[in-house]
Structures are given as structure tokens and as C-alpha cells.
């Protein structure tokens, strides 16, 4: 209510985040007031209950006189709204309490930023709101330089089938930085994408989906490199929950579309489609292989239940290849994700118990990309990912009929 009416908004959703908001909020307040210096704008922090100073290390940030000791002015004030939305982090609450404030405001255009993005710098905020304030856009997602290694899962199975199914080149659809227009923003409020059934799900995800299918205008824009992160002992099961359960969620409400779409479009873009880095890490193949074969044997009846007898048949066969001439080729990688697909569909078995079931095939899949990119450029690695999703777009027949097929 103090605030009034704004133009723009960026909101940072925070959880025990001290460490590194004070510089997100930094560099969020410089590119407001580098790049919209006279744009009424609104920094609104959703914090869920932090317990390590989160909220007062971003009411220093925002005291800070930046138009003095950065040499940027203002023709208006630039305030900064914490707000406590629960006790514990929920990307549902945190995304509609953004949505909400945004619509309580009227704000044209509104950011999110992850309070963990430590390489962000000022022209992020341009870049996220310029297209839809200025250019009309209603979503704007990001594109990252990543190591060819990173974002495995986002390459092997998230971006391939997603852009398959909904005909949408979008790079990142599950992604912590994004920016969208009060048009989308409304539609978000009154779409029944908040049940109790979604709880759980990635809220992300599920509004790219929205848009996607929903037929808003999408742009895309580079961000820059995205730190690489060890995630050696994270919980995969979790990341399968968060992603391919959002997606094999989605599939259900939005059959009429995706059923019917032809090939995928290209999104507009500002930046690079994509930039990997090459630099040698180190990565433990030999225990994937030993997860995917181990998974393979300990899942058998549960994997009956979900997959066709030649697919089975199949994934059985590889199984029992050594490490140095174990593959999960393109095509069965296909055929594993969608019948896995319509096995969620079908709720052959508790859904939850199918997105574990995927596990050790995702595994297979992670060692083979390992192993047929060890040596290779970006450019050759992007080649691979892209030979992948035209795989997932020839196989999408195959989903329709195991789709539609009794059980």
C-alpha cells in the first residue's frame, strides 16, 4: 500500500540465503537504476521463515547509497519489501505470492532472481525485462554458458521430450531466473495449476509449460556462465521429482495441445542459443554403470509393470554389456522415457514409485553421454543433444499410441 503503483518488479525468494543475497540485491538495485532509471520499481523479497539474518542482510543491501558510491541517479525512489510468506521453503507459495504482489501493484513486467545466482551482474535486469516491458514479450527465459557436463538432465531428457511434446525451443524450462508480463502474470492467478495434487512439483516448470501451451509469446536471453556445481551425492530421485514428475504431470491437462502440435519452433533470442565449456573434470562413470546394471536387476518387476516387453527386453540386453561396450542408444532412450510417460498416465503403479523406477535408466543414459562426449567441442556435444531431440520428435507416434492404448 506505501509503495502504490509500479512499472517494474524483481522479486528474490529467499531461504536462509545471508551468505549470498546481500550481493543479488546489489546488483539488482544497480540495474534498475542504470537501465530504468525512470520506471517506477519495486525490489520485493518472499522469504520462508530464515533463520541466519537473510532479511537484515538485505535491508543493508537495499540502504546502500548506490546512486553515490556507484555514480547512478534516479528520478524516483527504489524501495525494498520483505515479506514472510511460512516457515519453510515452498516454490508454490513463494512464485503466487510474487504473482500476487505483482497484480496488487499492476506492474508491468516483474523479474525473479535466485538469491544464488552469484554470478549475476546489473545487465541481468535488463536482459530479463527489457523484452517484456518494452517489446511485449510475456515470458523470458534464460540460456546459460554451462560446462558439457552440467545440466545433465536438463539435456538428456527435460529440453529434448519438452520440446517434442509442447513445439517450443526453450533451452532452460525449469529455470530460477525469469521474467514475465502482467498479461501472463493474471493468467497464472486464475489457471488451476496450484492444486493439491501439483504440490511438490516444480511451480517453474509448470509455468513455462503454461506458457507454452498457452500460447504466450516466449524470448530467450543469455545470461552468461552458470557456475558449475558438484552435484556428486545429490539426490537424484529428488531432481527426478522436480523435473520429469512436473513434466509427466503436465502431459495429462494439456493432452489436446500437445497431441497436436507439428514440429518445434524456434523462440527468439538475444545472445548465444547455447555455450559449453570444455574444461577437464572429473566424473565417476564407472558408478553410473554400476547404479544402471544394479538398478536394472533390483527393479525388474517393478519395471515390468511400466515398460513394453521388447523395451524391457531391450534395456536387459545392454545390461549385460561390459562398461567399455555399454551404450543406451537414442532410440531406446526414447521409447524408455515414453512408456514411462504413459505408465505415469495410466498410474500402472503408484506414480511416485514410477519416477524412482527411472533412476537407474536415467543412470545408463548419463554414462553413455559421458562416455560419447569425453573428447568432444561444444560444438560437438550440442550436435549430439540435437541428433536426441530429433529422436524424441520422430519417436512422438510411438507416445501417442502407448498413450491411447489399453492398459
Known amino acids: 500500500m506505501s509503495v502504490g503503483e509500479v512499472d517494474l518488479l524483481v522479486s528474490v525468494p529467499t531461504h536462509n540465503s545471508a551468505q549470498t543475497v546481500g550481493e543479488t540485491v546489489q546488483s539488482i538495485r544497480m540495474g534498475l537504476l542504470k537501465y530504468f532509471p525512470r520506471e517506477r520499481a519495486v525490489i520485493l523479497n518472499a522469504d520462508a521463515g530464515s533463520k541466519d539474518g537473510t532479511r537484515e542482510v538485505i535491508a543493508a543491501a537495499a540502504s546502500n547509497d548506490l546512486q553515490r558510491s556507484a555514480n547512478l541517479y534516479s528520478l524516483r525512489t527504489l524501495p525494498c519489501i520483505s515479506t514472510v510468506y511460512?516457515?519453510?521453503?515452498?516454490?508454490?507459495v513463494a512464485l503466487r505470492t510474487v504473482l500476487a504482489a505483482a497484480d496488487l501493484l499492476h506492474a508491468k513486467a516483474c523479474a525473479v532472481v535466485s538469491p544464488d545466482s552469484t554470478s549475476i551482474t546489473p545487465d541481468w535486469i535488463e536482459r530479463l525485462l527489457r523484452p517484456v516491458y518494452r517489446e511485449n514479450f510475456d515470458l523470458v527465459m534464460p540460456v546459460y554458458r554451462r560446462h558439457k557436463f552440467d545440466g545433465l538432465l536438463l539435456r538428456n531428457l527435460i529440453y529434448p521430450m519438452t520440446r517434442a511434446l509442447y513445439a517450443k525451443r526453450v533451452r532452460e524450462p525449469y529455470a530460477l531466473e525469469f521474467a514475465f508480463s502482467d498479461r501472463f502474470g493474471g493468467h497464472l492467478l486464475e489457471r488451476q495449476i496450484w492444486d493439491q495434487e501439483s504440490r511438490g512439483l516444480a511451480a517453474e516448470m509448470r509455468m513455462t509449460i503454461a506458457a507454452m501451451a498457452g500460447g504466450f509469446r516466449l524470448y530467450q536471453t543469455f545470461l552468461g556462465t552458470k557456475p558449475h556445481v558438484d552435484r556428486t551425492g545429490a539426490d537424484l530421485v529428488a531432481a527426478l521429482r522436480q523435473t520429469v514428475g512436473t513434466l509427466f504431470w503436465s502431459l495429462d491437462a494439456n493432452f489436446q495441445y500437445w497431441s497436436a502440435t507439428g514440429q518445434p519452433e524456434s523462440v527468439p533470442s538475444c545472445g548465444a542459443e547455447y555455450d559449453l565449456t570444455t574444461e577437464p573434470i572429473r566424473v565417476n562413470?564407472?558408478?553410473?554403470?554400476?547404479?544402471?546394471?544394479?538398478?536394472?536387476?533390483?527393479?525388474?518387476?517393478?519395471?515390468?509393470?511400466?515398460?513394453?516387453?521388447?523395451?524391457?527386453?531391450?534395456?536387459?540386453?545392454?545390461?549385460?554389456?561390459s562398461d567399455d561396450d555399454f551404450r543406451y542408444p537414442h532410440d531406446l532412450w526414447v521409447r524408455t522415457a515414453y512408456e514411462f510417460a504413459s505408465s505415469y498416465h495410466?498410474?500402472?503403479?503408484?506414480?511416485?514409485?514410477?519416477?524412482?523406477?527411472?533412476?537407474?535408466?536415467?543412470?545408463?543414459?548419463?554414462?553413455?553421454?559421458?562416455?560419447?562426449?569425453?573428447?568432444a567441442s561444444g560444438p560437438e556435444v550440442e550436435a549430439n543433444v540435437e541428433e536426441l531431440c530429433l529422436t524424441f520428435e520422430r519417436f512422438k507416434p510411438y507416445l501417442l499410441d502407448v498413450w491411447t492404448a489399453r492398459e
Open 86 to 92: 511460512g516457515d519453510s521453503p515452498e516454490t508454490d
Open 285 to 321: 562413470r564407472k558408478r553410473l554403470y554400476q547404479l544402471f546394471n544394479s538398478g536394472v536387476a533390483e527393479l525388474e518387476p517393478v519395471l515390468r509393470s511400466i515398460l513394453s516387453p521388447q523395451t524391457l527386453a531391450d534395456v536387459r540386453s545392454i545390461a549385460r554389456l
Open 346 to 375: 495410466k498410474s500402472v503403479i503408484n506414480r511416485d514409485h514410477i519416477i524412482q523406477a527411472l533412476a537407474p535408466l536415467y543412470r545408463g543414459k548419463v554414462y553413455t553421454f559421458l562416455v560419447e562426449n569425453r573428447d
